[in-house]
């Protein structure tokens, strides 16, 4: 079953903060965050295991709580090179496979 | 390195003809997938391949089968294409089954 993102398009201004929900119904083993840019391929940002890790990558960082099944995604002083659109996928325990999100646009205005 | 390789680029095919898409890796992944992606609907599985000799169906399996041909290949044919199968096709490659997916440049379907 596919995970819910939450919201499904932000636009920010330059310098702003934004973040990114990303929650299922199944028992999670892992979360992966991409980011994926107009007409390209997603490409990865992180990984999170179950365990409440919290990882950071530059000025974007994300949260995993198993018991609730969400990840968030937390992009800080955002920059015009963030824009884009972002997809949690979700790891069941014993499933060799990611379920992705539908995505969550982002746009960074000047 | 090439990473992940897909051919062709882009395609463009009538009702009920057959078509192989090509994938390709360089970085001795034991996974690979592939996947579909339409507007407002993310990226689906159709088909992955856990490892050399295995392939299992994903969430969109119908109308599409796989060969994984080595550890490096691993193609998408299909059989009889519809229009509903226009959409951007990507192959994935992974280290391990819960590693980090590295993404082809994608091949562009429609089908007229």
């Known amino acids: 079953q596919q995970p819910v993102q939450s919201p499904q398009a932000v636009i920010l201004r330059e310098g702003e903060d934004a973040v990114i929900n990303c929650s299922s119904s199944k028992a999670l083993y892992s979360v992966h965050w991409y980011r994926q840019k107009h007409g390209e391929a997603p490409v990865f940002l992180m990984i999170?295991?179950?365990?409440?890790e919290q990882k950071g990558h530059e000025k974007i960082s994300a949260s995993f709580n198993e018991k609730k099944q969400q990840s968030s995604l937390y992009l800080t002083a955002s920059q015009l090179s963030y824009s884009g659109t972002y997809f949690c996928g979700t790891e069941s325990q014993g499933a060799q496979k990611l379920v992705f999100g539908q995505g969550t646009r982002l746009t960074i205005n000047p | 390195n090439a990473g992940v390789t897909q051919t062709p680029k882009f395609q463009v095919l009538k009702t009920g003809q057959s078509m192989t898409l090509q994938c390709a890796q360089d970085?001795?992944?034991?996974?690979m997938y592939w996947y579909r992606q339409d507007p407002g609907m993310g990226l689906r599985l159709i088909y992955y391949?856990?490892?050399?000799?295995?392939?299992d169906k994903g969430e969109v399996p119908n109308g599409y089968n796989v060969s994984r041909l080595n550890k490096r290949e691993f193609s998408l044919r299909l059989e009889s294409a519809a229009p509903s199968q226009t959409s951007v096709y990507f192959c994935?490659?992974?280290?391990?089954?819960?590693?980090?997916?590295?993404f082809g440049p994608g091949t562009r379907l429609l089908v007229l």
């Open positions: 970085m001795n992944h034991n996974s």
């Open positions: 391949s856990a490892s050399e000799g295995t392939t």
């Open positions: 999170l295991l179950k365990g409440g």
């Open positions: 994935a490659s992974s280290g391990v089954g819960r590693g980090t997916q590295y």
